[in-house]
């Protein structure tokens, strides 16, 4: 799948790469977020499907550990 890279200035596929987050808002969650990266210079790209699914495992986690 391709997207747009701001930095390459291209449209370029992308990899994903997992990171984990131990805190969000000094909670500790203990999760992961996916990462697209570009594959032609390694930055992280915003794709709104990823950060869509990324925010809704840590808001869940997140409102679990809080109530």
Request: aromatic share 12%; with cysteine; glycine share 0%.
């Amino acid at each position: 799948m391709k997207v747009y890279c701001p930095y390459c200035r291209k449209d370029v596929e992308y990899k994903i790469e997992k990171r984990e987050i131990k805190e969000f808002r000094n909670v500790e969650i203990n999760t992961y977020e996916n990462v697209a990266i570009c594959k032609r210079c390694n930055q992280d790209l915003y794709i709104n499907e990823i950060e869509n699914e990324n925010n809704e495992r840590i808001y869940e986690i997140y409102r679990e550990k809080t109530n």
